[in-house]
């Protein structure tokens, strides 16, 4: 892909790019400079951790050693995120593929009711739908299970799920699978080798954007959760303590986040690429 | 939300019964529950697996402990829930698992200000006296497993606030011993150039109440007195809060002091920036570990100073208590009463420096030597306040953060922050 | 909650021939059924629920014996008046006025943000996949590490003041309180709408730009005139949903600032502090006025801009394909 703007103006092409670069820069150092902060906070020795100079002084990987001791599990928990997460990415774009092709493609009566429940349920602090639905996963034996954590990171992830595809699949034109359908594709054919190749952009970043939700979540899985080797990684990284009291230990914490942040980074590339990809199969050259 | 039972279930008809015999009791004017408790015993039945419910094991020492339980008792395995290391994020977790009456923790860790909410909530079971000898707990500590006079936990660790202060730059100085009053503090500060005088914990978070009610104890106030009742609108409770409040007016306390916490409070101690802080046990072995500390070997600890002699700490610490809604309570009781021997909590002091509630403890040589602190830990202790029990001590300790804060900052004078307060925990605590 | 029964046999997929739009309500009960089924039991139960828990208020004496007394009283309105009278009125409307400065603020900017980084992404240029990477770190960073990393980037003595030079108490009350959430926020978020709005751009075809370059269009004329309104429906949902996130907003100034800081305290955060307290009914009443709120904004959002996102889906649908059957002729090369 090369910019739609870059090749425009024939008076300073050179000034352009000066400005494009420097802006590029500057949203990069903006992103990332905090971003350092926590990296360069994770690699100081845990006496040093009260530090502001630039760079860790000496070096250390004990944070690092500290998140992978032997009784904190997390590389357990670091599965259990990826379970969760993995399950949670793979069941939206599922379900809800599904609903926004009906309410994209289909015609019928309570459409915009549909739409406004799915958004509604984004609209309730979500805190107080705790209390409730610790209640009934204990009533149904739902504790200490994936389901637990997976259906309501679902379920948060759905509405923005639904309205992006929806929007993405309106935006196709109609007569490409009207084209196909009178050429004997089936509906469902139409649908999968049509419409899915050329909303891929709109599906990858859905998945992106459920993988982040559902492996950032929190207090559904700390609540729903009381045994270590089903707790993920979130949940893990607020139990880490200093060896004494009130000693909180920064630098583990942002070790952790590190380590947490990292593998979420190539999995949003590979589907960034994927993105593209999905469009240069498209043929848009 | 949380949906509570309309009908009241029949367990705590049980718990209604003990609570209609203790009164009685005090009705006959002996106060004594030693009965009323023994009853309680009996209920505490059923044998086989338990959880214990707390934060982060730090040290890993509690899982040990429960190893070592484990492997002498096979058939009532004890598995350790861990909770996050926020207090207010356990006691959340706590309260959903009671509202939701589930069974998935035993023994609970709590902290020593939530005693009285889960008690009267009857979250929690009432304790036999018996099982445990309590005059050979630290007296207060013990205080602060009590409800209405009912046992409902058993003191395991506890905490309070300590002075920690600049051996050498007193030393330089030429003063010989730190300060046993406010006024003899003022004065060492004037002596002692280029650092602050005196910080503590006065961002509003649960910190203020214990530093405020420091503050008020150590000048002979009380925020609620030995009957219950908030008695905090007194000249004695001004004097104490005037003396953050004029601390911070003329500097003799550092502005940035209203954002400390415990771990910003050590961080200033750490860089040499303060001569004076009112900190808990926990900074004294990372605070003498070389590395960006700098002042290694150059401080001690004091019992707070006071208005007119040695100020009086707030009690800090955790208790163990049972579940209302767990199965096999006999087992709990046992598990605690193992978790609070001698030899659980001395291994739990060395493990992770977390102070014991027995006293025999504090005596011990050994431990003296590794913890050169102790002996001026337990006068502090056996000289430390609670905070106000209350059972709605969310509320209580709200009140306080919020007048003390203005008060501190200055949008309250301390007279109007005081009125007001008594004005608010009137109406919170029930007498 | 579902408007549609569902049909029990997948069958109804494959036969449900329809040339298209008659007759399809079968086939969208079908589609739209685990979607509904899934919001109803986690999040529709609950909400109803806590519409019934506000009617009630938990009693908060004591019995004679000092323990609680049971059960839970029916109040009415009572929650709900108590909200808007004496101290809790002060403090609800200072936690509305907030929340809804919060939301202007960050959403303007997480947008003006969102869209240049987007922008950004889509340049071509060496090293592209390292910005890409880049600008999705803040989003990729758990709340729960990001609120921690801020709160000790803002400190008394922490980097942020030393590289001001100046010595600003961030978490005092204050408006400086509300500057560090808004960062802190802004940082976390923007690249949200950065990766909705790439997804966007990606979907926009070449030879519009082209044939705009012909006409003689500079690249400002076609940013205002194709870039944007073609992103439009994809920039309108994620500024929806970022609405919605921070109109709910709690963990963030909970973190950073702290409890009961009326600078930056918003509803969520009261509606937690009387469920911590275990004042339940108001506590659900604060989160149903908090849920209307929140539904008239994304209200009046999709009335006022959102012709693209919701309603007049014909119109839409048509006006759609038929501003594609400009493009048409790429589209289809696509399907060959």
Same mark, same amino acid.
């Given at each position: ?285 | ?21 203790a009164v009685v009791l005090a009705a006959c004017g002996s106060g004594k529950t030693g009965s009323g408790s023994g009853d309680a015993a009996g209920r505490l039945s059923g044998r086989g697996p338990i959880t214990l419910a707390q934060g982060k094991d730090t040290s890993g020492n509690v899982q040990n402990q429960v190893n070592t ?363 | ?94 936690? %509305? =006025?907030?929340? @809804?400065?919060?939301? !202007?603020?960050? *959403?303007?900017?997480?947008? #003006? &943000? ?108 076609? %940013? =205002?005139?194709? @870039?944007?309104?073609? !992103?439009?429906? *994809?920039?309108?949902?994620? #500024? &929806? ?96």
């Amino acid at each position: 892909m090369t910019a739609p703007s870059a090749p425009v103006a024939r008076r300073s092409v050179s000034m352009r790019r000066v400005f494009t670069y420097v802006g590029i820069a500057v949203v990069a150092l903006y992103c990332l400079v905090p971003f350092y902060w926590m990296v360069v906070s994770a690699f100081r020795r845990p006496q040093d951790q009260f530090d502001n100079a630039p760079l860790p002084s000496p070096w250390s990987i004990k944070n690092f050693t500290a998140v992978f001791k032997p009784g904190v599990g997390f590389q357990r928990a670091l599965l259990n995120s990826l379970i969760v997460a993995g399950t949670t990415t793979i069941l939206v774009l599922l379900v809800g593929t599904f609903t926004a092709y009906a309410l994209a493609r289909l015609d019928f009566r309570f459409k915009n009711a549909v739409l406004g429940i799915t958004i509604a349920t984004s609209m309730f602090p979500g805190v107080s739908l705790i209390i409730p639905l610790l209640k009934l996963f204990t009533n149904i034996g739902w504790i200490n299970t994936y389901q637990a954590m997976i259906l309501p990171s679902l379920s948060f992830v759905l509405p923005l799920a639904v309205w992006n595809l929806t929007t993405f699949f309106r935006q196709l034109p109609f007569e490409l699978e009207q084209a196909a359908m009178v050429d004997g594709c089936t509906r469902g054919e139409a649908f999968r080798k049509i419409i899915i190749p050329l909303a891929a952009p709109g599906v990858f970043t859905t998945a992106i954007i459920a993988f982040i939700a559902a492996w950032n979540e929190f207090i559904i899985a700390l609540s729903m959760v009381n045994k270590k080797e089903m707790q993920t990684a979130t949940v893990s990284i607020s139990k880490f303590t200093g060896a004494y009291g009130f000693d909180q230990p920064f630098g583990t914490q942002m070790a952790a986040g590190v380590i947490v942040t990292v593998p979420l980074v190539v999995v949003v590339l590979i589907f960034q690429r994927r993105i593209i990809a999905g469009l240069t199969a498209g043929g848009v050259k | 939300m949380a949906g509570i039972s309309r009908t009241v279930p029949a367990w705590s008809r049980g718990a209604i019964a003990i609570g209609a015999m203790a009164v009685v009791l005090a009705a006959c004017g002996s106060g004594k529950t030693g009965s009323g408790s023994g009853d309680a015993a009996g209920r505490l039945s059923g044998r086989g697996p338990i959880t214990l419910a707390q934060g982060k094991d730090t040290s890993g020492n509690v899982q040990n402990q429960v190893n070592t339980w484990n492997s002498r008792h096979p058939k009532e395995q004890v598995r350790l829930i861990e909770l996050p290391e926020d207090a207010d994020a356990q006691r959340q977790q706590m309260v959903q698992n009671a509202q939701t009456k589930s069974d998935a923790y035993t023994v609970l860790n709590l902290d020593v200000v939530w005693t009285s909410e889960f008690a009267a909530n009857r979250w929690i079971t009432p304790l036999p006296k018996a099982q445990f000898d309590l005059s050979k707990f630290l007296p207060p500590t013990v205080q602060t497993a009590t409800y209405r006079d009912q046992l409902y936990a058993a003191p395991w660790k506890t905490d309070a606030g300590l002075l920690y202060y600049r051996t050498d730059l007193l030393k330089k100085a030429g003063i010989s011993a730190p300060p046993k009053t406010w006024d003899e503090m003022k004065t060492d500060c004037g002596k002692v150039k280029g650092v602050n005088c005196y910080a503590g914990q006065f961002d509003k978070y649960e910190g203020l109440t214990c530093n405020f009610s420091e503050a008020v104890d150590s000048a002979g106030g009380v925020v609620v007195d030995d009957q219950g009742k908030p008695d905090v609108n007194t000249p004695q409770a001004k004097q104490g809060l005037d003396f953050l409040v004029q601390g911070f007016k003329s500097g003799l306390i550092p502005k940035e002091a209203i954002t400390y916490q415990e771990e910003p409070a050590r961080r200033a101690f750490e860089k040499g920036n303060l001569l004076f802080l009112r900190q808990w046990p926990y900074q004294w072995a990372l605070s003498n570990k070389p590395g960006s500390s700098k002042v290694v070997g150059k401080f001690d600890v004091a019992p707070l100073p006071g208005l007119g002699g040695p100020g009086a700490p707030t009690l800090g610490g955790h208790n163990l208590a049972i579940s209302a809604f767990a199965k096999n309570k006999a087992t709990a009781l046992d598990f605690i009463s193992f978790l609070t021997s001698e030899n659980t909590e001395r291994a739990n002091l060395l493990a992770s420096s977390e102070a014991p509630t027995l006293a025999s403890l504090y005596g011990d040589p050994e431990l003296r030597k590794k913890f050169p602190y102790l002996p001026v830990l337990k006068a502090s202790l056996l000289n430390a306040k609670p905070r106000p029990k209350a059972v709605r001590y969310g509320d209580v300790t709200a009140a306080i953060q919020e007048d003390a804060y203005a008060a501190l900052t200055g949008k309250m004078t301390s007279d109007q922050a005081l009125a007001d307060l008594q004005n608010k925990l009137g109406q919170l605590i029930q007498p | 909650m579902t408007t549609t029964t569902a049909e029990p046999e997948t069958g109804s997929v494959r036969r449900g021939s329809g040339r298209d739009v008659q007759g399809s309500g079968r086939l969208a009960g079908l589609l739209l059924s685990p979607t509904l089924l899934v919001l109803a039991l986690v999040v529709g139960y609950p909400i109803i629920k806590a519409l019934h828990d506000s009617l009630y208020q938990r009693s908060q004496g004591l019995d004679a014996q000092g323990f609680v007394v049971q059960g839970d009283r029916f109040v009415g309105l009572k929650n709900y008046l108590d909200i808007f009278s004496g101290d809790s009125s002060s403090m609800f409307w200072n936690a %509305f =006025w907030n929340t @809804t400065f919060f939301t !202007v603020t960050t *959403v303007v900017i997480e947008t #003006v &943000l969102g869209v240049t980084m987007a922008l950004v992404m889509h340049q071509a240029f060496r090293g592209r996949g390292l910005v890409r990477a880049s600008i999705l770190v803040p989003w990729a960073i758990p709340t729960v590490v990001s609120g921690l990393l801020w709160r000790w980037i803002f400190q008394a003595d922490g980097v942020a003041n030393a590289l001001i030079g100046t010595q600003v108490l961030w978490t005092t009350e204050g408006f400086h309180a509300k500057v560090a959430v808004i960062i802190a926020d802004t940082w976390k978020t923007a690249p949200f709408v950065g990766l909705l709005v790439l997804a966007g751009l990606q979907t926009i075809p070449r030879d519009v730009y082209e044939a705009a370059r012909v006409d003689g269009a500079g690249a400002q004329q076609q %940013f =205002w005139r194709i @870039t944007l309104p073609m !992103v439009k429906p *994809v920039l309108l949902i994620a #500024v &929806l949903f970022r609405l919605l996130d921070v109109l709910r907003m709690f963990d963030l100034p909970y973190v950073l600032i702290g409890e009961r800081k009326q600078s930056v305290e918003t509803l969520t955060m009261l509606a937690l502090d009387e469920a911590n307290n275990l004042r339940y009914g108001p506590a659900a009443a604060y989160a149903t006025i908090l849920f209307v709120y929140v539904a008239l904004v994304a209200y009046a959002f999709v009335k006022l801009l959102g012709t693209d996102v919701i309603g007049q889906m014909r119109q839409q649908g048509k006006a759609t394909s038929k501003r594609k059957k400009n493009t048409a002729p790429v589209r289809q090369e696509v399907t060959a």
